[in-house]
């Protein structure tokens, strides 16, 4: 069970209907994503093109670039706990890109860190309230 976080080019209006959006902007090429990316986090393995790995301070995010050679997104999944918010800024910051947190549907702004922490933090309260009836 993972936190998901879509790192976008653009902010996209994910309640419009379907004929009134515009083409996703792409991010770039990959090579050049992961380029970037592990220049500025040395510790996130990108053997697997497709699927980065960072190990974190009691954490772990996969970045799912996907197979294509142009990438319209990165599906981050984050597990564990910890502070990942940093993380997940400097990847917009290095991809000058967006970050939209999938489980409350709003962009992630870094001035107003509270959110996004709050929905960091009740996603750990699910996940271990689950966690804990399973192994019943």
Known sequence: ????????KEKYDFDAPG???PDIAPLGKRDGIIAKLTQCIPNL?????AWGILNGEGYSIEFNTGDEEIVD???LHIRGGGTVLDTIQLVCETLDAYAFDTSDCVYI???QSDQ???SW?????????VLNKAKC
């Open 116 to 118: 996004a922490q709050e």
């Open 45 to 49: 393995d990108y053997r697997d093109e």
């Open 19 to 21: 004929e009134n959006q």
């Open 73 to 75: 997104s990165i599906m």
């Open 109 to 111: 702004d870094f001035k």
């Open 1 to 8: 069970m993972s936190w998901d976080v879509l790192i976008m």
């Open 121 to 129: 933090e009740r996603f750990q309260k699910y996940r271990d309230k």
